[in-house]
């Protein structure tokens, strides 16, 4: 028996001899035991070599050991993750001072769109909700709510990223949604040897196109894309068109901005840092955020680096870390609305140079001519320079969304599906003769319907009149299809849905203006008794709202002021007559000098 | 009582009927010449028809026979163009052959100019086929077509000719129409069922008039039986179609969806003022016009029809014309009656104080260019016959305006096992393989460019169309991959804007802007035409030489160029 | 072995366990000093403790051996007091005696649990920071006696390295020589013993070591912890983790010392007062969600 014991003894350990010889013997030992299977991985970039960084320090895990599944416990795939972002990038000894200004960024809060939601929903005046709280919470809200969670929450920096195929698995992911380039690639086969994904600062406008598609669209009419009626057409061999877009959307090819057609900008050659990823405070609002207007390129203010200090040696180390832009150290560069550094706009002697973040080409910048006619004349103060150079903005009116409590459908944040189906349908797009109106900082810009119908189904399928709810909203913003030309005179002047009435025939009759809609808003069987185009009636009533406190239609005196000058054009063309440099000199004059010539047609206006 | 006790009725019901069937009955045929007795009740066809029922649905030698077996051999519908001659010929030879030659009957508007513009024939004009046999008929498409020009005949005969006087058409809502004469003077309803006396008929099974009743009084709800769509008579209605994507399909008031009629649902715009104020469209449009006078025609531009001057006036018209049915004189006033609705209107005159009217240029002017309020706009029209099986890349675009489509992708889409496509020929009735589908580039109807109809006059003009035409062969091989067609002369492109009169006149003119330095009425274009998108808003020259676009000159006038 | 003597099969365990029970003590005893040596209880233990497991030769077999023959140990030594508890044995003993075997019971758990904290991964840093946190509730005296147990910074693993591989072995084997003398002269145990974990070590991985500065949310204690582990979440630290544990062995401890129906009455006391630990234990295995819970 003993004797069969000490064999058995010596036998296991034969076997553990055998097993301990078997095993790789690494030597010598790297510094990381990551670094013993994964030999020769690519660098994400220059600035994160593995050779100094190694793995763990981003990817946490156990660095120590030589087994893979000792190794990778705790190990994150995606550092940028915004739920591990602090011990990884946002470590003391790295970014600590980034990783907190972007938890507040509108990108990771969405707080313009929950609070837009809830005070066009619910009459919720002062939602103070984002997207970690409602991760926090299950149950926070109402109807509004629910639409962000399932049809919304898809695109935010706390998103997982890769949870999905397709588009939408690519968004989220904290700091990696815009710092990755991501190469479509399937798993490495070898573990050994792979392509890292690449960190950059020069992120591509791809990046953020896979997210901002959708709603305002900016990313696509940037591009000259407009999100088409959805015919496919014209047809590709035996298939539907290919210009496609995610979810089954095809697209039509409409001008591009001119930055891009013209210069090949990317959306970061404007969109700073600041602007991205936050200032630090917890805006209400994109607006807020956005730290660029078109008079910080065209009627830049410089600050020499030398003098600037902080602003200075940020500028100098974020061109650095650009790698293709010409160091600002003996240049002046320019400032952003809030004041920070815009390194790649630079005064160098006497000579202003953009120089384009992708690859440091330097671009022939216009001056805001401020003094040209068109821009200095009386009465057009208040225009933004979108109101007249932006050429088109994607519309979408009439969104009939349908939510049906008997089924389910997946919530974002949760990842559950849950009760309650949001459909969206529409009445119809338009991308022509953007509607103006004033935004909410008082100043004319073109605007975009967005216009809810929900329809609520019980859990029996029936219609529930009382939660179903009607919120047509006109809501302005940068439609980024800026052309070199403007709208003409009379496209403000004289034009009814410009001036937001909605398409139809504005006449004068019995010296009052009057109004003829085109649209049947009642017998299309919207419940409205306007237009869906209308944004206001004859008599400066709004007749849609806005989503933003202090943004409106004209009123009724704007209006008259408006029609005013229509008149005079067919005589008097140009900017720079005379009767525009004191219009209401002009208007005066013509109304008590009964000789002038003007009258003379004047007279046939009035039947 | 009995009757009215809900619970004892269909015990009685059944009682009976246990009472008929019980009996062992000799199979005794039924002598289907006693018309009367089942269809009790049945109304008069109208004053001048008083005849017995043979008279008009036995063929002569059936009438003769004391003893009829079969119900089939009754000829549902006399006028249908195989039997008018034989029916109605007798007092209505003249009628008849009018109508023959009346562009309702020819279908030579649509066939020509779809030809030409495909290949198929060097001209448009003088017309060379038509859907009867007034001129050459339609010819088939080849086995295995190869161009645009073997195709067009398949696809005319399968999309544009599913509205003519010899077919019913795909029998759906708002789509109900018997053939021949009974297609416009036998009124159905848009669900196509019955509401007369008569007894034998289901009111509930669709396809009959609404009343056994020839009429002359004929609603508009008649005319756009054919006239839907996004084609003149829809927009008098103020209807514009949908898009086609399920992304369209939306629902609204009350959470129910958009009726569906004309096999899709539409957009409700302004209505012509003339609909507004409720008058019907027979009320401008004579019988010489709709019915022929004898003259064969090429297109519908060309046939002679009451003119706005001839009610308001004119440049050179001082006063209406008084020869003109329903137009009467009163204290120097002029009234419009109309027969029809039996209302009087009074009438609008042309005033030349208008400052638009005062322009002496603007003689030159369709009153439609101006007055037209909107009208349809649809831009480049790409359209695939498949032979081959594929339905799903078709899924979110079922509703194509055409029902029998609609019918057969839903079924083929929820089915393991597909069928081939298959789609009825509306000339000959039969089913043939293939199916045509059919996608927009976008639809507008906010633009209007000009061009000058064949009087040289500046008129609104409409894509009509611009093809992109592909065949998909029942193999899967792409015989033609979005082929845009070429004219049969060679002159240009198979596309074409048409010069045409909107149905949706504004008692005011759109304003001077909308013309006047406007890209689009210039033919311009949306942005100048300049990405592969808006440079289909770029005019095409019209199909017959007569008509033509924008000179440069006038284009500059236009825009107030030096 | 031969040798065993013929018996029933209650009395067989009685028999068997103490004797396995010894030679796993032996196996554990030579891995760990193996295992001393290659053993650092300064700067990164978490990274010491992994090389040991993954990089020095045969350091893997060392560590899984002796933790499996520590346990084994440990356990059958609980199911051997056990097997006196129910058979009342302790009613012969005198209070000195039975403590005697109660005591090293106590010093087990400590070994254990010291050796727990010396893993040096997440789970061994929250189990010697909750250790040290408890022994400062302790009244007057908190302070002083943490400064001889564990205290934190770079001496952390220092402490408990000492009780865990000297004072504490010793007192075990000071406590137990008898049982030594009498039992430890069967080599046949000893052999049987060691090849069934050889078998266990060669086949069976160790539990997973956690990465200290890991973002994870679950942490938990050794399994004979997690009891007092979950009462912290409900009770104030000196309750849950001082005064229960102590009147529970302080009772254990006098039960000899007790007479008549006061005794019997105990006697089911702790067998309730087990099971019930056993429960919260199963509990706190399975249904615990969230971190210890440290500070309320």
């Given at each position: 028996?003993?004797?069969?014991?000490?064999?058995?003894?010596?036998?296991?350990?034969?076997?553990?001899?055998?097993?301990?010889?078997?095993?790789?013997?690494?030597?010598?030992?790297?510094?990381?035991?990551?670094?013993?299977?994964?030999?020769?991985?690519?660098?994400?970039?220059?600035?994160?070599?593995?050779?100094?960084?190694?793995?763990?320090?981003?990817?946490?895990?156990?660095?120590?050991?030589?087994?893979?599944?000792?190794?990778?416990?705790?190990?994150?795939?995606?550092?940028?993750?915004?739920?591990?972002?602090?011990?990884?990038?946002?470590?003391?000894?790295?970014?600590?001072?980034?990783?907190?200004?972007?938890?507040?960024?509108?990108?990771?809060?969405?707080?313009?769109?929950?609070?837009?939601?809830?005070?066009?929903?619910?009459?919720?005046?002062?939602?103070?909700?984002?997207?970690?709280?409602?991760?926090?919470?299950?149950?926070?809200?109402?109807?509004?709510?629910?639409?962000?969670?399932?049809?919304?929450?898809?695109?935010?920096?706390?998103?997982?990223?890769?949870?999905?195929?397709?588009?939408?698995?690519?968004?989220?992911?904290?700091?990696?949604?815009?710092?990755?380039?991501?190469?479509?690639?399937?798993?490495?086969?070898?573990?050994?040897?792979?392509?890292?994904?690449?960190?950059?600062?020069?992120?591509?406008?791809?990046?953020?196109?896979?997210?901002?598609?959708?709603?305002?669209?900016?990313?696509?009419?940037?591009?000259?894309?407009?999100?088409?009626?959805?015919?496919?057409?014209?047809?590709?061999?035996?298939?539907?068109?290919?210009?496609?877009?995610?979810?089954?959307?095809?697209?039509?090819?409409?001008?591009?901005?001119?930055?891009?057609?013209?210069?090949?900008?990317?959306?970061?050659?404007?969109?700073?840092?600041?602007?991205?990823?936050?200032?630090?405070?917890?805006?209400?609002?994109?607006?807020?955020?956005?730290?660029?207007?078109?008079?910080?390129?065209?009627?830049?203010?410089?600050?020499?680096?030398?003098?600037?200090?902080?602003?200075?040696?940020?500028?100098?180390?974020?061109?650095?870390?650009?790698?293709?832009?010409?160091?600002?150290?003996?240049?002046?560069?320019?400032?952003?609305?809030?004041?920070?550094?815009?390194?790649?706009?630079?005064?160098?002697?006497?000579?202003?140079?953009?120089?384009?973040?992708?690859?440091?080409?330097?671009?022939?910048?216009?001056?805001?001519?401020?003094?040209?006619?068109?821009?200095?004349?009386?009465?057009?103060?208040?225009?933004?320079?979108?109101?007249?150079?932006?050429?088109?903005?994607?519309?979408?009116?009439?969104?009939?969304?349908?939510?049906?409590?008997?089924?389910?459908?997946?919530?974002?944040?949760?990842?559950?599906?849950?009760?309650?189906?949001?459909?969206?349908?529409?009445?119809?797009?338009?991308?022509?003769?953007?509607?103006?109106?004033?935004?909410?900082?008082?100043?004319?810009?073109?605007?975009?319907?967005?216009?809810?119908?929900?329809?609520?189904?019980?859990?029996?399928?029936?219609?529930?009149?009382?939660?179903?709810?009607?919120?047509?909203?006109?809501?302005?913003?940068?439609?980024?299809?800026?052309?070199?030309?403007s709208r003409t005179c009379h496209d403000c002047h004289g034009d009814p849905k410009s001036l937001g009435f909605g398409e139809g025939i504005l006449y004068k009759k019995e010296k009052e203006w009057r109004f003829r809609p085109t649209y049947d808003a009642q017998s299309s069987g919207m419940g409205i008794d306007f237009p869906l185009d209308a944004f206001v009636d004859i008599n400066g009533k709004p007749a849609q709202l806005t989503s933003r406190k202090g943004a409106r239609p004209f009123n009724q005196e704007e209006i008259g002021k408006i029609l005013d000058v229509d008149g005079c054009f067919p005589c008097h063309v140009r900017y720079e007559d005379k009767i525009y440099e004191d219009f209401k000199q002009s208007r005066r004059r013509f109304e008590t000098e009964k000789d002038l010539p003007c009258w003379e047609t004047a007279r046939r206006y009035t039947p | 009582m009995l009757g009215n006790s809900p619970k004892i009725y269909p015990i009685v019901c059944l009682f009976f009927t246990l009472i008929a069937c019980s009996g062992p009955k000799p199979p005794e045929a039924i002598n289907y010449k006693h018309c009367a007795a089942c269809h009790k009740g049945i109304e008069s066809i109208s004053r001048n028809h008083e005849f017995e029922c043979k008279i008009c649905h036995l063929q002569p030698a059936r009438q003769t026979m004391p003893f009829l077996e079969?119900?089939?051999?009754?000829?549902?519908?006399?006028?249908?163009?195989?039997?008018?001659?034989?029916?109605?010929?007798?007092?209505?030879?003249?009628?008849?052959?009018?109508?023959?030659?009346?562009?309702?009957?020819?279908?030579?508007?649509?066939?020509?100019?779809?030809?030409?513009?495909?290949?198929?024939?060097?001209?448009?004009?003088?017309?060379?086929?038509?859907?009867?046999?007034?001129?050459?008929?339609?010819?088939?498409?080849?086995?295995?077509?190869?161009?645009?020009?073997?195709?067009?005949?398949?696809?005319?005969?399968?999309?544009?000719?599913?509205?003519?006087?010899?077919?019913?058409?795909?029998?759906?809502?708002?789509?109900?129409?018997?053939?021949?004469?009974?297609?416009?003077?036998?009124?159905?309803?848009?669900?196509?069922?019955?509401?007369?006396?008569?007894?034998?008929?289901?009111?509930?099974?669709?396809?009959?008039?609404?009343?056994?009743?020839?009429?002359?009084?004929?609603?508009?709800?008649?005319?756009?039986?054919?006239?839907?769509?996004?084609?003149?008579?829809?927009?008098?209605?103020?209807?514009?179609?949908?898009?086609?994507?399920?992304?369209?399909?939306?629902?609204?008031?009350?959470?129910?969806?958009?009726?569906?009629?004309?096999?899709?649902?539409?957009?409700?715009?302004?209505?012509d003022v003339h609909a507004e104020k409720g008058l019907w469209c027979i009320d401008c449009h004579s019988r010489k016009e709709i019915m022929g006078d004898g003259k064969l025609r090429g297109y519908a531009l060309a046939v002679p029809m009451i003119k706005c001057k001839d009610c308001h006036a004119g440049f050179f018209e001082p006063a209406p014309n008084p020869s003109l049915k329903g137009i009467t004189e009163h204290d120097g006033r002029f009234y419009f009656h109309s027969s029809y609705t039996g209302k009087t209107y009074p009438l609008t005159l042309f005033s030349k104080e208008t400052l638009s009217h005062s322009v002496s240029l603007h003689q030159r002017v369709r009153c439609s260019a101006c007055h037209a309020q909107w009208s349809f706009q649809d831009y480049g029209l790409s359209v695939i016959r498949e032979d081959y099986a594929d339905y799903i890349k078709w899924r979110k675009l079922t509703d194509q305006g055409d029902p029998y489509l609609k019918d057969f992708l839903d079924e083929q889409l929820g089915r393991e096992k597909i069928d081939p496509p298959a789609s009825p020929d509306w000339l000959d009735s039969r089913l043939k393989k293939g199916a045509w589908y059919t996608g927009w580039r976008f639809r507008r109807w906010e633009w209007m460019p000009l061009g000058m109809d064949q009087n040289q006059k500046y008129s609104i003009l409409r894509p009509k169309y611009q093809y992109f035409i592909s065949y998909v062969d029942a193999t899967g091989y792409v015989v033609l991959d979005n082929v845009v067609p070429q004219r049969g002369d060679d002159s240009d492109l198979g596309w074409t804007f048409m010069p045409y009169v909107p149905h949706t006149t504004s008692p005011v003119g759109r304003s001077c802007e909308s013309c006047h330095l406007n890209n689009i009425a210039a033919g311009i274009g949306v942005f100048d035409g300049s990405t592969i998108d808006t440079q289909l808003t770029i005019p095409s020259t019209p199909v017959f030489p007569s008509m033509t676009l924008m000179s440069n000159e006038a284009q500059k006038r236009l825009l107030l160029r030096k | 072995m031969e040798s065993l003597p013929l018996m029933g099969i209650n009395h067989k365990m009685s028999f068997c366990i103490p004797r396995i029970s010894l030679s796993a003590l032996l196996v554990c005893f030579i891995s760990g000093i193996i295992l001393t040596c290659q053993y650092y209880p300064f700067g990164n233990v978490f990274r010491n403790v992994e090389e040991i497991t993954t990089v020095i030769p045969y350091g893997f077999f060392f560590r899984r051996l002796h933790y499996a023959s520590g346990q084994l140990f440990v356990i059958l030594m609980l199911i051997h007091i056990?097997?006196?508890?129910?058979?009342?044995?302790?009613?012969?003993?005198?209070?000195?005696?039975?403590?005697?075997?109660?005591?090293?019971?106590?010093?087990?758990?400590?070994?254990?649990?010291?050796?727990?904290?010396?893993?040096?991964?997440?789970?061994?840093?929250?189990?010697?920071?909750?250790?040290?946190?408890?022994?400062?509730?302790?009244?007057?005296?908190?302070?002083?006696?943490?400064?001889?147990?564990?205290?934190?910074?770079?001496?952390?693993?220092?402490?408990?390295?000492?009780?865990?591989?000297?004072?504490?072995?010793?007192?075990?084997?000071?406590?137990?020589?008898?049982?030594?003398?009498?039992?430890?002269?069967?080599?046949?145990f000893l052999l049987f013993t060691t090849a069934g974990l050889f078998i266990y070590s060669l086949l069976v991985r160790m539990p997973m070591d956690i990465p200290p500065h890991a973002k994870i949310e679950l942490v938990k204690g050794p399994w004979f912890f997690l009891g007092i582990q979950v009462c912290l979440g409900v009770l104030p630290p000196i309750v849950a983790g001082i005064a229960a544990p102590l009147i529970f062995f302080a009772i254990l401890l006098l039960l000899p010392g007790l007479k008549g129906h006061l005794q019997k009455a105990v006697h089911y006391g702790i067998i309730f007062l087990s099971l019930f630990y056993t429960f919260l234990v199963i509990f706190g295995y399975f249904f615990i969600k969230h971190s210890w819970v440290l500070s309320r």
């Open positions: 028996m003993k004797r069969i014991l000490i064999l058995i003894i010596l036998s296991l350990t034969t076997v553990l001899i055998y097993q301990e010889n078997r095993r790789s013997k690494i030597l010598p030992l790297p510094t990381e035991g990551c670094l013993s299977c994964h030999k020769s991985v690519s660098d994400p970039d220059t600035s994160h070599p593995i050779s100094a960084f190694g793995c763990y320090s981003c990817h946490m895990g156990n660095p120590y050991s030589l087994d893979k599944e000792r190794g990778h416990l705790t190990m994150v795939k995606n550092p940028g993750d915004l739920s591990v972002v602090g011990s990884t990038c946002g470590q003391a000894k790295c970014h600590p001072d980034i990783v907190p200004r972007v938890k507040k960024s509108i990108m990771a809060t969405n707080r313009g769109i929950i609070k837009t939601l809830e005070y066009r929903w619910e009459k919720i005046e002062n939602s103070n909700k984002d997207v970690e709280y409602l991760m926090a919470k299950e149950n926070a809200g109402g109807l509004a709510i629910d639409q962000y969670r399932k049809m919304c929450g898809g695109c935010h920096l706390w998103k997982k990223r890769g949870d999905r195929q397709g588009e939408i698995g690519k968004r989220g992911g904290g700091c990696s949604d815009c710092h990755i380039i991501d190469k479509d690639r399937k798993e490495p086969i070898d573990v050994t040897k792979f392509q890292h994904p690449e960190i950059t600062t020069r992120i591509p406008s791809e990046n953020c196109v896979k997210c901002h598609n959708r709603s305002a669209r900016m990313g696509l009419s940037y591009f000259g894309k407009f999100e088409s009626e959805g015919y496919g057409t014209p047809f590709d061999g035996w298939e539907l068109n290919q210009r496609r877009l995610s979810g089954g959307r095809f697209y039509l090819n409409l001008p591009a901005d001119i930055h891009y057609a013209k210069a090949d900008m990317t959306c970061i050659d404007c969109h700073t840092e600041t602007g991205v990823m936050g200032d630090g405070t917890r805006h209400e609002y994109m607006e807020g955020q956005v730290d660029i207007t078109c008079r910080s390129c065209h009627d830049p203010l410089f600050t020499s680096v030398k003098e600037a200090g902080e602003a200075g040696d940020l500028a100098v180390k974020l061109a650095f870390l650009n790698k293709k832009i010409d160091i600002p150290q003996e240049a002046k560069v320019g400032r952003s609305k809030k004041g920070k550094p815009m390194y790649n706009l630079q005064k160098r002697g006497d000579q202003i140079v953009f120089y384009r973040k992708k690859d440091g080409a330097p671009i022939e910048l216009k001056i805001f001519p401020e003094k040209k006619p068109h821009h200095s004349m009386a009465g057009h103060e208040r225009l933004s320079c979108q109101s007249c150079h932006s050429a088109w903005i994607p519309q979408c009116y009439g969104c009939h969304i349908t939510y049906r409590k008997d089924l389910v459908q997946k919530d974002w944040l949760s990842g559950e599906k849950t009760p309650g189906q949001f459909r969206e349908s529409r009445s119809y797009i338009r991308f022509s003769k953007p509607t103006l109106g004033i935004n909410a900082s008082g100043m004319v810009a073109p605007f975009s319907p967005c216009q809810v119908f929900v329809s609520v189904f019980d859990r029996k399928g029936d219609y529930v009149h009382e939660e179903s709810l009607n919120t047509l909203t006109m809501t302005s913003f940068d439609p980024h299809t800026t052309q070199k030309g | 079969e119900h089939e051999s009754i000829i549902r519908n006399p006028s249908d163009p195989r039997w008018v001659s034989l029916f109605c010929g007798k007092c209505h030879e003249k009628e008849i052959k009018q109508v023959q030659t009346s562009l309702h009957s020819t279908m030579a508007g649509i066939i020509n100019q779809t030809r030409y513009l495909w290949g198929a024939q060097d001209v448009a004009f003088p017309p060379i086929y038509s859907a009867n046999h007034a001129l050459k008929p339609l010819p088939e498409s080849p086995l295995h077509p190869e161009s645009p020009a073997e195709l067009v005949d398949d696809f005319l005969r399968r999309k544009c000719l599913r509205c003519h006087l010899h077919t019913k058409g795909p029998e759906a809502k708002g789509l109900y129409r018997a053939t021949g004469c009974a297609a416009c003077h036998m009124i159905y309803n848009n669900k196509g069922l019955y509401e007369g006396t008569d007894k034998a008929i289901d009111k509930h099974k669709p396809s009959y008039p609404m009343v056994h009743r020839f009429t002359k009084q004929i609603p508009d709800m008649q005319c756009l039986h054919c006239h839907n769509q996004n084609h003149v008579g829809a927009d008098y209605e103020g209807l514009f179609e949908h898009d086609y994507s399920k992304t369209y399909r939306s629902r609204t008031t009350g959470g129910a969806p958009l009726p569906v009629i004309y096999g899709l649902d539409q957009h409700h715009l302004a209505r | 056990v097997d006196h508890f129910m058979k009342r044995r302790y009613k012969g003993f005198s209070v000195g005696k039975w403590a005697g075997l109660v005591i090293p019971l106590i010093i087990c758990f400590f070994i254990l649990f010291t050796g727990y904290i010396l893993k040096g991964d997440k789970e061994g840093i929250y189990a010697g920071n909750i250790f040290y946190n408890i022994l400062k509730e302790i009244p007057v005296a908190g302070e002083t006696i943490t400064r001889f147990v564990i205290r934190p910074g770079e001496m952390f693993f220092w402490l408990p390295y000492l009780y865990h591989v000297f004072f504490l072995p010793i007192l075990l084997i000071f406590l137990i020589r008898d049982h030594i003398n009498n039992w430890f002269s069967q080599a046949g």
